[in-house]
């Protein structure tokens, strides 16, 4: 089992960062990928980021290229997400992922951008 805990959500004004982090626990050895995911009301829930274990290959969605940047300290077992220039279409709950076999995920945090 892994168990996952995001913090670092909240109100930001837009143009403005935050910073997210998931702390991973449990059976993390064999992680193959772990990435943050979004889902806005009424809306599917969709990967914004991803970094594969060796930490080296990462992939981003379109709408958040340039943006959003996706790190991890492996002496924390912490994985983060910064996110700069945030926009009205960016609030959504962001979920932390790890693939381990199967799907794990956090419970969210969410992101509220005010204009």
């Known amino acids: 089992q892994v168990q996952l805990g995001e913090s670092g959500g909240g109100l930001v004004q837009a143009g403005g960062s935050l910073r997210l982090s998931c702390a991973a626990s449990?059976?993390?050895?064999?992680?193959?990928?772990m990435g943050w995911y979004r889902q806005a009301p009424g809306q599917q829930r969709e990967l914004v980021a991803l970094?594969?274990?060796?930490?080296?290959?990462?992939w981003f969605a379109d709408a958040v290229k340039g943006r959003f940047s996706i790190s991890r300290d492996n002496a924390q077992n912490t994985l983060y997400l910064q996110m700069n220039n945030l926009k009205p279409e960016d609030p959504a709950i962001y979920f932390c992922?790890?693939?381990?076999?199967?799907?794990?995920w956090g419970k969210g945090t969410p992101i509220t951008v005010s204009s």
């Open positions: 992922n790890a693939l381990r076999i199967t799907n794990y």
């Open positions: 449990g059976i993390i050895f064999s992680i193959n990928a």
């Open positions: 970094m594969h274990s060796g930490g080296i290959t990462t």
